[in-house]
């Protein structure tokens, strides 16, 4: 297992999904930037509550840093192109802001 720290920028919004055993999750997307300037896509999952709160209190666009357990993956773009991505199982969630209510 990988452990890591992602830093970047949710893309669209985090989703409450419950799996089959009734237990709730949320997923969402983080686009990093590499070093060399190309964008990946993280998919991240969190079973932690206070993971899945912070997630869904964010905006489409909104920084976030997370840290868990981290899969590199590839895939397919409509072009044909083979990308890199990456499956985070976040653990702990960092934002540089605390929303009101």
Known sequence: MID???????YGE???RTGQN????????????TNDGDTIFVNVIAFDD???TA??????????????????KVWTDKNGL????VDMVAHKVL???RGEG
């Open 4 to 10: 890591g720290l992602v830093g970047g920028r949710l």
């Open 14 to 16: 985090a989703q409450i």
């Open 22 to 33: 009734g237990k709730r999750f949320v997923t969402c997307k983080v686009r990093a930037t």
């Open 50 to 52: 206070d993971v899945q």
């Open 55 to 72: 997630l869904l209190a964010l905006d489409d666009a909104d920084s976030v840093a997370l840290s868990g357990a981290l899969t590199p």
């Open 82 to 85: 083979i990308k890199p991505a």
């Open 95 to 97: 934002v540089g802001y």
